[in-house]
């Protein structure tokens, strides 16, 4: 169900649960100023990125869909970004080749047809955020990928800074197999 759902997301683009997801998803540590995804100054938030009202039953709704398409976790009323697990299942929609190494920029772009709700950047923009770069770190120590960095490649892209983690730019992924 999860995986389906996912493969539709982008016809949803213009909808209130994905500009809200990706507003959210895009506010890095900044998500943290807020005591939750249904307080008054992340409804107002939501409420102008998303073009439209949103109401605190709206939000308390978006916070199921979130967390069971895998946008991050909760904790208390407290959104966490990591989205191992809806990047985990993109992959799997990606159909990539096991032990095929993936230059960044053909990795993003296929990643875009189904997760394009993570990112949504200009294109020019090689940043990824908190819940994107947490998910490929995590995917990495399971080592179901392997993030690559080579310092004499034109083409990088920025994980959002770990205190404890890999921080190295990124140039290719290595497709190893996602677990179950």
Known sequence: ?????????????????????????N??????????????????FLSEKAGQNVTAPMARGWRFWAQFLGFGYMNDFTFLPNAYIFV??????????????????EFMAMFNQYGRILTDNAPSEKYLNLALSSALRELHENDEITIRYIS??????????????????VNAIVYKGVKR
């Open 152 to 169: 004499d490649q034109a083409s990088k892209w920025i994980l959002f800074p770990s205190n404890d983690l890999f921080n190295n730019p």
């Open 88 to 105: 985990k299942n993109v992959i799997k929609l990606m159909d990539l080749e096991k032990k095929k190494e993936y230059q960044m920029d």
């Open 27 to 44: 506010l890095n540590e900044e998500i943290f100023k807020f005591k939750s995804v249904s307080d008054n100054d992340m409804l107002t």
């Open 1 to 25: 169900m999860r995986i389906h759902a996912i493969s539709r997301l982008i016809s949803f683009e213009g909808e209130q649960f994905y500009r809200c997801t990706n507003a959210i998803v």
